[in-house]
Every structure is written in structure tokens, then in C-alpha cells.
């Protein structure tokens, strides 16, 4: 049976082992009694008394019902969880002798990753004699990180570790990760001006003139009021 830490930091009615507490709740004015008569109001209005500070002179309490005081904990608790920003470790894996294609290949992915608030884990693999360019694994490790200096700061510096040199880069801002959009893109999808897709301008259809009016000189024999 899984244990109830939440439970297991306060102590409750008979549990509280000091002589006078400090009670306070809703409607209730603070004030310090003994133990006992503290009990004796608690049952009274039908709650219990929780000891919320223990290390106070003299120990705090709180009247109020138990069940209730811990499901108010958990929630609190949770809500602080959801709070957090969830940062993912993303592995880059280079060897010793990586060609600049596959360098800037893995340089890019490794933007990304800290552009989305996510922690790179880089580290270059040793196979065999290969150990002994571990200097130039260093010197690669190292090049990576001062090309990423724009989108995180180094955690830690390259470390070798068996056959593999080791080192992590940390995003320099962590943000909550946005949910994929779903539907048509509205005008508030896109934060710069530069992203936003170029509509196609509405052609209007010329309109026709009407004839112009003749206006030079009668010929005779001509009714020019029909």
C-alpha cells in the first residue's frame, strides 16, 4: 500500500504533543489556548485540529476538517506541478571525425531543440583506437557550443566518461511549449510580420466607358434631336 506523505507531515487532535496552540480558521479569532481546551472547540464545531506551523511559539492550528485541509494540499500541490516548464533532454551524438555536412546537419536540429526550451545533451562516441583523438573531440564539442551561444549557455564543460565525452547545453529561455494549431491560421498565429502568408490581391474587373458624346459639327440633313 502506497504511503501518504501528505498525510504523514501534520499532526492531528491527539497527535499534537504541545501544551498550548495558537488556533486560528474561518470565523475564528486568534487566539492561544491549551491543547485541551483547543480539542474541546474543535469537537465542538465538528472539525479538527491540524497543526499547520510546528515550529512556531506556540505551535500553530488550524481548525477545519482534516479531509478537507488535504485535498486543498493536493490541489495546491498540483497546480504548482503543472506551473513547472517540463525541459526535455535531447541527445546530438558526434564521432571523433564528423564532416562539416553532417556538423551543421546536427548543428541545426540542436537549434531547434533550444529554440523550443528543450536541454542538448552533445557528446562525442570513441570507438576502439579512436581514444586517442579525444583532444579533438574536446576541440569539436567545443566549437559546437560557441556556435549555439546565440540559443543556450553550457551547463557543463566537456567531460569524458568511458567512451564518451559529454557535454550539455541549456536553453537561455525556457518557455512553455505551445500546442500545434489546429484549423485555418488566424492573424494572431503568426508573431512576426514576415510569417504571415501573402494574400493574393483582388483583381477587379475594368468597368467599360460609355461612348463619348459627339460634339463636332452638324452635318446638314442630319436630325440631331431624334
Not at 68 to 89: H, L, N
Not at 129 to 155: M, N, T
Not at 186 to 203: G, W
Request: proline share 6%; glycine share 6%; with cysteine.
Amino acid at each position: 500500500m502506497k504511503k501518504d506523505n501528505l498525510k504523514s507531515q501534520y499532526r492531528v487532535n491527539e497527535q499534537i504533543r504541545a501544551r498550548e496552540v495558537r488556533i486560528v480558521g474561518d470565523d475564528i479569532e486568534s487566539q492561544i489556548l491549551s491543547t485541551r481546551d483547543a480539542l474541546h472547540i474543535a469537537e465542538q464545531k465538528g472539525v479538527d485540529l491540524v497543526e499547520i506551523s510546528p515550529n512556531a511559539e506556540p505551535p500553530v492550528c488550524r481548525l477545519i476538517d482534516y479531509s478537507k485541509f488535504i485535498y486543498q494540499q493536493k490541489k495546491r500541490q498540483k497546480e504548482m506541478k503543472a506551473k513547472q516548464v517540463k525541459i526535455d533532454v535531447k541527445e546530438i551524438r558526434f564521432g571523433p571525425q564528423t564532416d562539416d555536412h553532417d556538423y551543421n546537419f546536427k548543428l541545426k536540429h540542436a537549434m531547434g531543440f533550444l529554440a523550443d526550451g528543450d536541454k542538448v545533451k552533445a557528446y562525442v562516441f570513441f570507438r576502439g583506437r579512436s581514444i586517442l583523438f579525444k583532444e579533438q573531440g574536446e576541440v569539436l564539442l567545443l566549437r559546437f557550443a560557441q556556435d549555439l551561444e546565440e540559443y543556450g549557455k553550457v551547463e557543463s564543460m566537456p567531460v569524458l566518461e568511458g567512451k564518451r565525452m559529454i557535454m550539455f547545453i541549456a536553453p537561455k529561455k525556457v518557455t512553455p511549449k505551445k500546442p500545434a494549431v489546429e484549423g485555418p491560421l488566424e492573424d494572431e498565429d503568426f508573431e512576426d510580420e514576415e510569417e504571415r502568408p501573402i494574400e493574393e490581391p483582388v483583381r477587379k474587373k475594368p468597368q467599360q466607358k460609355a461612348p463619348k458624346e459627339y460634339t463636332g459639327p452638324k452635318v446638314e440633313g442630319e436630325n440631331w434631336d431624334d
